[in-house]
């Protein structure tokens, strides 16, 4: 019986949530990749964020977008796992939205993280 356990996400960009990780000082590894879990089980995915437990996290592409794997039980990161997927997605979101709006001529003209965790994001394109 695995002990492993998804959790469904709206990430769908390899790269975006690569960076994301990254942004935030996660260390993983690009997959395809095992992730460990429960009696030496694994599960394959395309990111994988090592524990010292032994116990990994991973975010396994299932058709659709990538889903969190991780023998949730032992869960070894500083935050929940709801604040840490949190936190991935608003950095996912920032940077999809700075790739998909940069292709489209927008350049940032302020970046502000506020008291209450939100960052305010303001465009600018120049037509000529």
Do not use: C
Not at 15 to 33: F, R, T, V, Y
Not at 90 to 111: C, K, S
């Amino acid at each position: 019986m695995s002990h492993f356990s998804t959790i469904k996400t709206q990430i769908r960009n390899l790269k975006s949530l690569q960076s994301a990780l990254s942004e935030l000082g996660i260390d993983w590894k690009a997959g395809p990749h095992p992730v460990r879990g429960y009696q030496g089980q694994t599960q394959t995915a395309q990111v994988v964020i090592e524990q010292e437990n032994g116990y990994d996290v991973g975010f396994s592409w299932n058709g659709q977008s990538y889903e969190l794997v991780s023998d949730l039980q032992y869960w070894q990161q500083p935050l929940t796992v709801n604040r840490f997927l949190s936190q991935v997605t608003q950095r996912y979101a920032l940077n999809t939205v700075l790739e998909e709006t940069t292709q489209q001529g927008f350049q940032v003209a302020e970046q502000q993280k506020n008291q209450d965790g939100s960052i305010r994001l303001v465009l600018q394109r120049w037509n000529g």
